[in-house]
């Protein structure tokens, strides 16, 4: 079965990084775009950043220079490090695959097929 298991979660005070991991099994992510998402308290999920099977990447103009999603191919695994972290960064990130996405949908989190259970990053002082 597929599964996408999110992890590097935490507690963090402002301008503090962390490095989210999204591992896969049943699928392989250099076949398919993996987005990160995340949804605060009382807001609609968000797109925040994208890595195309072709190895492009994408990224919310919110995140833009802060946050860099990689691929790491012999681990099947995914990766955002996530530097200069601001309180409106909290929310549960989630991970997200689909084999079939074209780049006008990228950022619908609709478009997705698989995700994760999320983790939480909380940005606090």
């Not at 990447?57 to 200069?84: C, E, I, P, W």
């Not at 949908?105 to 002082?125: I, N």
């Amino acid at each position: 079965q597929v599964r996408l298991v999110e992890s590097g979660g935490a507690l963090i005070q402002p301008g503090g990084s962390l490095r989210l991991s999204c591992a896969a099994s049943g699928i392989t992510l250099d076949s398919h775009t993996v987005a990160w998402f995340r949804q605060a308290i009382g807001k609609d999920r968000e797109f925040v950043a994208a890595v195309r099977w072709s190895g492009d990447t994408h990224y919310a103009d919110s995140v833009r220079g802060r946050f860099t999603v990689s691929r790491d191919n012999a681990k099947n695994t995914v990766h955002l490090q996530m530097n200069s972290l601001k309180p409106e960064d909290t929310a549960v990130y989630y991970c997200a695959a689909d084999r079939r996405i074209i780049l006008s949908s990228m950022r619908r989190a609709d478009e997705y097929d698989h995700w994760g259970q999320g983790t939480q990053v909380a940005v606090s002082s």
